[in-house]
């Protein structure tokens, strides 16, 4: 039951709904990037806070008991619409007394780019003494931690193109293998620790703004098997995204354990099976889905939509009572009859026990391979279900003419760069060869998500020959600018280059803090901004300090309060641009 209009909460600042009974829900209008904190702490009873997209879909964000009986959730937006918050009454579904609910919003934090810290707990049971220390531009480390009550905290901080931000571990508390915690841009993890996190300093980097690709344990960072030969992996982790669910599982569990995800398409028709070997006394889990059309790519298909069409989950015991060996798979001559079969048929093994329930000649581990067609695709995933890092190695059953192959688009790439000269950015790129290819097209982002084409060159057609090609961005935009080469043949076939940075901030030497470093009164030098635009000061966490109206030229403010520590000021125009941007030390 909804408890009344949808709100619309102050941003930056702390906006109350005074009455939410339990099992009612309120409606909150977000906004893509903002912080929300959600609190029931002012209730009279037993709370629990679940998120949910209004628009559908599972849960965003849940807590139970975050300070007392009473509960707490912070979530960043990821996107703009309306957030249902259902206040739930423990244990029971409807309470006549109201729950207070608070909600806190802040805005993203400056800087070219906005990084975002998250820490999880599995049993919400707390870290204790364990926390991760955050140190930007070598500055002093901010250190965080996950309350008792929470199953995970969040924050996030701006850093400029140039700077570095490192990460340390502190694993004193107990339970260290509850504990996880990832560093993500642009919804893309550039850091996870795994379970236990390992101590000591665990990630330094400079940053760049440029959004890693999915890694391979997540659907679309499958790797694309590209030859006949045996491949390895030993993950420590599960990936960032929940590919795995009721409506796709089959045979595996709903949890994921450690996988890799796979994408594979027969260059000849035949008929195909593989071997999954642990490199020792493991259990691995497998699924495959498909067939699917000829040059799908896993951005389409992830998450799969359906069953797998072969799956196998027997215990890593029960598979080895069976057969003698940890080894599973499907295609072999013995283990699993018929060894081949077609693909409208479905093979799967749910979970055994260490005992295997299955009747000779069928044995734990082992389905019948497939009979494929040349050009089909296939998706597949492989689980470490014991989640003992062990690795595994896979080859490959390959009869009746079946082979595995790559498409490989016909240009070879050897560079791509962009720079800015004068006004404008200067995008340079050189192939080694080229069969077949039509045109390239330079796309512009503002974000690295969302990209747009700025200009189309003409390619050489075909080529055995180093070329050079050379387009300007005229018109560049103000802050960051993300550029990447848009390749596409005759032939419709189509692929793109990794993505390229360039900071343009025409006015950032016409703003001096002095004196810099300073602790008391500090001078601010605004040559060429206009009145009218604000001031802001942030902390090595991206907390705003301050904010002032620029009078004109020259402002000041009083320092002395402010704790030691490095500092990022903005200046904005009154349009809201960002027209200038540096660091400055309070010592």
């Given at each position: 039951?909804?408890?009344?209009?949808?709100?619309?909460?102050?941003?930056?600042?702390?906006?109350?709904?005074?009455?939410?009974?339990?099992?009612?829900?309120?409606?909150?209008?977000?906004?893509?990037?903002?912080?929300?904190?959600?609190?029931?702490?002012?209730?009279?009873?037993?709370?629990?806070?679940?998120?949910?997209?209004?628009?559908?879909?599972?849960?965003?964000?849940?807590?139970?008991?975050?300070?007392?009986?009473?509960?707490?959730?912070?979530?960043?937006?990821?996107?703009?619409?309306?957030?249902?918050?259902?206040?739930?009454?423990?244990?029971?579904?409807?309470?006549?007394?109201?729950?207070?609910?608070?909600?806190?919003?802040?805005?993203?934090?400056?800087?070219?780019?906005?990084?975002?810290?998250?820490?999880?707990?599995?049993?919400?049971?707390?870290?204790?003494?364990?926390?991760?220390?955050?140190?930007?531009?070598?500055?002093?480390?901010?250190?965080?931690?996950?309350?008792?009550?929470?199953?995970?905290?969040?924050?996030?901080?701006?850093?400029?193109?140039?700077?570095?931000?490192?990460?340390?571990?502190?694993?004193?508390?107990?339970?260290?293998?509850?504990?996880?915690?990832?560093?993500?841009?642009?919804?893309?993890?550039?850091?996870?620790?795994?379970?236990?996190?390992?101590?000591?300093?665990?990630?330094?980097?400079?940053?760049?703004?440029?959004?890693?690709?999915?890694?391979?344990?997540?659907?679309?960072?499958?790797?694309?098997?590209?030859?006949?030969?045996?491949?390895?992996?030993?993950?420590?982790?599960?990936?960032?995204?929940?590919?795995?669910?009721?409506?796709?599982?089959?045979?595996?569990?709903?949890?994921?354990?450690?996988?890799?995800?796979?994408?594979?398409?027969?260059?000849?028709?035949?008929?195909?099976?593989?071997?999954?070997?642990?490199?020792?006394?493991?259990?691995?889990?497998?699924?495959?889905?498909?067939?699917?059309?000829?040059?799908?790519?896993?951005?389409?298909?992830?998450?799969?939509?359906?069953?797998?069409?072969?799956?196998?989950?027997?215990?890593?015991?029960?598979?080895?009572?069976?057969?003698?060996?940890?080894?599973?798979?499907?295609?072999?001559?013995?283990?699993?009859?018929?060894?081949?079969?077609?693909?409208?048929?479905?093979?799967?093994?749910?979970?055994?026990?260490?005992?295997?329930?299955?009747?000779?000649?069928?044995?734990?581990?082992?389905?019948?391979?497939m009979q494929v067609v040349?050009?089909?695709?296939?998706?597949?995933?492989?689980?470490?279900?014991?989640?003992?890092?062990?690795?595994?190695?896979?080859?490959?059953?390959?009869?009746?003419?079946?082979?595995?192959?790559?498409?490989?688009?016909?240009?070879?790439l050897l560079s791509f760069?962009?720079?800015?000269?004068?006004?404008?950015?200067?995008?340079?790129?050189?192939?080694?060869?080229?069969?077949?290819?039509a045109y390239f097209s330079?796309?512009?982002?503002?974000?690295?998500?969302?990209?747009?084409?700025?200009?189309?060159?003409?390619?050489?057609?075909?080529?055995?020959?180093?070329?050079?090609?050379?387009?300007?961005?005229?018109?560049?935009?103000?802050?960051?600018?993300?550029?990447?080469?848009?390749?596409?043949?005759?032939?419709?076939?189509?692929?793109?280059?990794?993505?390229?940075?360039?900071?343009?901030?025409?006015?950032?030497?016409?703003?001096?803090?002095?004196?810099?470093?300073?602790?008391?009164?500090?001078?601010?030098?605004?040559?060429?901004?206009?009145?009218?635009?604000?001031?802001?000061?942030?902390?090595?966490?991206?907390?705003?300090?301050?904010?002032?109206?620029?009078?004109?030229?020259?402002?000041?403010?009083?320092?002395?309060?402010?704790?030691?520590?490095?500092?990022?000021?903005?200046?904005?125009?009154?349009?809201?641009?960002?027209?200038?941007?540096?660091?400055?030390?309070?010592?």
């Amino acid at each position: 039951m909804l408890t009344g209009a949808a709100v619309t909460p102050n941003c930056p600042g702390t906006t109350n709904v005074p009455c939410v009974q339990g099992g009612q829900y309120a409606l909150i209008n977000v906004v893509t990037g903002n912080t929300y904190t959600f609190s029931t702490c002012g209730a009279s009873f037993d709370t629990q806070i679940t998120l949910y997209n209004n628009a559908g879909g599972g849960s965003l964000g849940y807590n139970d008991d975050f300070c007392g009986l009473q509960s707490t959730v912070t979530w960043t937006a990821g996107f703009t619409g309306q957030l249902r918050v259902l206040i739930d009454l423990y244990n029971c579904a409807t309470n006549a007394t109201c729950a207070p609910l608070a909600i806190t919003c802040s805005t993203p934090p400056a800087g070219d780019c906005v990084y975002t810290l998250t820490l999880f707990d599995n049993f919400s049971d707390g870290w204790g003494t364990s926390n991760v220390g955050v140190s930007i531009n070598g500055g002093p480390f901010q250190y965080y931690t996950v309350p008792f009550g929470s199953p995970s905290v969040s924050v996030q901080f701006g850093v400029n193109i140039g700077g570095t931000v490192v990460l340390t571990y502190n694993a004193s508390g107990a339970w260290q293998t509850d504990n996880s915690y990832i560093l993500t841009i642009g919804g893309s993890t550039l850091f996870n620790s795994g379970t236990p996190p390992a101590a000591g300093t665990t990630y330094a980097g400079t940053v760049t703004c440029v959004p890693p690709p999915p890694p391979q344990e997540d659907c679309l960072g499958a790797m694309t098997i590209c030859s006949n030969v045996s491949i390895g992996n030993n993950t420590t982790n599960t990936g960032n995204v929940a590919d795995i669910n009721p409506t796709n599982s089959g045979c595996l569990d709903v949890t994921e354990f450690q996988g890799t995800w796979y994408v594979f398409s027969p260059s000849a028709s035949g008929d195909l099976g593989f071997s999954i070997n642990p490199l020792g006394a493991d259990d691995y889990d497998w699924a495959v889905w498909g067939p699917y059309p000829p040059g799908t790519t896993p951005g389409t298909l992830c998450p799969p939509s359906g069953p797998p069409i072969r799956c196998a989950a027997s215990s890593g015991p029960a598979t080895f009572a069976s057969t003698g060996s940890y080894a599973t798979g499907m295609g072999h001559a013995t283990y699993s009859p018929p060894q081949f079969a077609s693909t409208a048929v479905s093979y799967g093994i749910p979970a055994t026990f260490d005992a295997c329930p299955l009747i000779a000649p069928q044995r734990c581990g082992w389905v019948p391979g497939m009979q494929v067609v040349i050009g089909q695709v296939y998706l597949m995933y492989i689980s470490n279900w014991s989640q003992s890092s062990n690795g595994f190695s896979l080859d490959w059953i390959l009869q009746n003419g079946a082979s595995l192959d790559c498409t490989v688009l016909p240009v070879e790439l050897l560079s791509f760069d962009a720079h800015r000269e004068g006004t404008g950015v200067n995008l340079e790129w050189r192939t080694a060869s080229e069969s077949g290819t039509a045109y390239f097209s330079v796309e512009r982002s503002s974000d690295g998500q969302s990209f747009e084409s700025i200009g189309h060159v003409q390619a050489a057609g075909s080529s055995a020959q180093a070329i050079d090609y050379r387009l300007v961005d005229e018109q560049p935009l103000q802050g960051v600018n993300y550029y990447r080469l848009h390749q596409v043949d005759e032939d419709g076939a189509a692929a793109y280059s990794s993505t390229r940075v360039v900071h343009i901030a025409p006015f950032a030497s016409t703003v001096n803090l002095v004196p810099n470093p300073g602790s008391a009164m500090v001078q601010v030098l605004l040559n060429g901004a206009e009145a009218g635009g604000l001031f802001e000061l942030r902390d090595a966490t991206g907390r705003l300090v301050m904010q002032r109206l620029i009078p004109d030229a020259r402002m000041e403010f009083d320092a002395s309060a402010l704790p030691s520590g490095v500092y990022g000021y903005r200046v904005l125009a009154r349009n809201g641009e960002a027209a200038a941007r540096g660091t400055w030390v309070r010592d």
